[in-house]
């Protein structure tokens, strides 16, 4: 419920899912008003589940590239709210999810191109609500597109920087030098399951547990 109740709250799923994982945004206006009223842990019993599924790992190479700058999430999504009203949200919402569907197929692997347009696709659905594009980011979408990747902004927007997409290692390398040289930052991104939450615990750490007490 951080950021005043309008982050996505993708960051605590990552954590918990490990690995890739497909999030949806979850409503916490219900737990919001519980926790002001001392009814939180019994609205949170209560809750429904919370979308979020762990995928295979990507068959595409994927690449961070800082810009430079960082954004406000909190300020840039009240100044969408602002510019946008509820028909319009959800009308964004089927059209972001059309093409977050396509994205999803592509990381799995098949026909690059398409998957290419798909991300292009998506990132200037997001351009639709506002100036999120910096310099620095049409700069690093540009060389991205110059050497066969594809990127879009990752985050609110307004600054931060683009998640890349190679069609393999090699291509990356050499998208990832070439950003580099130019001054930009560059993270590899590979992924890994990492340390994860599990909804049930694993019988075997139970009996590990229990061995010890």
């Known amino acids: 419920m951080g950021q005043g109740g309008k982050g996505s709250g993708g960051d605590v799923a990552a954590s ?8 949806r945004r979850y409503d916490v206006a219900a737990l919001t008003e ?3 009223t001392g009814r939180f842990h019994a609205a949170l019993a209560e809750s429904p589940p919370v979308d979020l599924w762990r995928m295979p790992a990507p068959r ?11 954004a406000s999430t909190k300020l840039l999504i009240a100044q969408v709210e602002e510019r946008l009203a509820e028909a319009g949200r959800q009308a964004f919402v089927v059209r972001s999810d059309a093409l977050g569907q396509t994205i999803e197929d592509g990381l799995g692997g098949g026909d690059f191109r398409a998957f290419s347009e798909a991300v292009k696709a998506q990132h200037a659905l997001l351009l639709e609500l506002g100036p999120l594009e910096t310099e620095g980011m049409r700069r690093v979408l540009a060389i991205s597109a110059s050497y066969g990747c594809a990127g879009k902004l990752s985050g ?37 399951p990492g340390v994860r939450g599990e909804a049930q615990a694993d019988a075997r ?9």
Do not use: K
């Open 205 to 213: 750490l139970r009996g590990w547990v229990d061995a010890l007490v």
């Open 60 to 70: 595409v190479a994927m690449l961070y590239a800082f810009t430079g700058e960082s």
């Open 16 to 23: 918990f899912a490990g690995g890739l994982s497909r999030y």
């Open 156 to 192: 609110a927007g307004g600054g931060d920087g683009c998640i890349l997409f190679a069609p393999d290692a090699q291509a990356r390398e050499e998208l990832r030098q070439g950003l580099e040289s130019r001054g930009f930052l560059t993270l590899l991104l590979d992924v890994e």
């Open 34 to 36: 519980a926790a002001n």
